[in-house]
């Protein structure tokens, strides 16, 4: 089965950039998306098709996604991008959808 | 505005039945593919089974396979999880998520509920 591995945890300073890595074989080739969830509450879609954002958005958020590994891009990090992030993708040859471990954000 | 409610969740012996429901509005229901994706305590996020509209497209996680059943309502702008012959591991919060684009199986998710909390125990 198709295996999407994230680092489990990214600290990052107030102000600077947090980069999340999602790796999976040739991934490059599927569409990536990404889910922001905090604490007790549901995930919501914070990139998708690799680089679209949703409305809502603030745009120092950013995805981009080539070969083995996906990025998730948070730019002039603020204490209210601290928050678990997951990447997804489809498996076509699964018929599954498939979720990254996972990655908590510290803001320092 | 797009709001998917869950409901049916609760404590269950190992080897017992829930049905989980999702009432949605906002949109045209019968025109989206619906997911089922669960998170264990402190773990992460599992997807557990899609429906596709008109019911054309059905997949589950292997975990679950022949024990969950996704079904919708149309009529009643509803999704639901039969789940049977439960297990420890299932004990998780279930959401409901809408997919992202109309008549797309395979697209991100762009609407969830609140989640309602499943707990398989003696």
């Known amino acids: 089965s198709y295996v999407l591995t994230q680092p489990p945890s990214v600290s990052v300073a107030p102000g600077k950039t947090a980069r999340i890595t999602c790796g999976g074989n040739?991934?490059?080739?599927?569409?990536v998306h990404w889910y922001q969830q905090k604490p007790g509450q549901a995930p919501v879609l914070a990139i998708y098709y690799d680089r679209e954002r949703p409305s809502g958005i603030p745009e120092r958020v950013s995805g981009s996604n080539s070969g083995n590994t996906a990025t998730l891009t948070i730019s002039r990090v603020e204490a209210g991008d601290e928050a678990d992030y997951y990447c997804q993708v489809w498996d076509s040859s699964s018929d599954h959808y498939v979720f990254g471990t996972g990655t908590k954000v510290t803001v320092l | 505005e797009v709001q998917l409610v869950e409901s049916g969740g609760g404590l269950v012996k190992p080897g017992g039945s829930l049905r989980l429901s999702c009432a949605a509005s906002g949109f045209p229901f019968s025109a989206y593919t619906m997911n089922w994706v669960r998170q264990a305590p402190g773990k992460g996020l599992e997807w557990v089974s899609s429906?596709?509209?008109?019911?054309?497209?059905?997949y589950y996680v292997d975990s679950v396979k022949g024990r969950f059943t996704i079904s919708i309502d149309d009529a009643k702008n509803s999704l639901f999880l039969q789940m049977n012959s439960l297990r420890a591991d299932d004990t998780a919060v279930y959401f409901c998520?809408?997919?992202?684009?109309?008549?797309?199986?395979?697209?991100?998710?762009?609407?969830w509920g609140l989640g309602t909390p499943v707990i398989v125990s003696s």
């Open positions: 429906i596709s509209d008109s019911s054309t497209y059905i």
């Open positions: 998520a809408r997919t992202g684009s109309i008549s797309c199986y395979a697209c991100h998710f762009d609407y």
């Open positions: 040739s991934i490059g080739s599927k569409s």
